[in-house]
């Protein structure tokens, strides 16, 4: 089950990233606290791909009834 990022684009609070699967479009605000963190975490845009067609190792509800994916790295 392959999921491939088809479009980025700049939102307010971050990037909107729209990715493919299976043959329907989903889009994922990745807020700019995710993409600082990403940056700290050295995590790469296929990376968080990876965790999205893998699925995660984690599921949380955070503020606001976010979803919250956990995958570990090294």
Known sequence: MNAIIIDKALHPKGVLFTFDKKGKQVQILFLTHAI????????THEMLEETYRMGPEEGLIGHHNRFIAHKCYG
């Open 36 to 43: 600082d963190r990403m940056a700290k975490w050295k995590l």
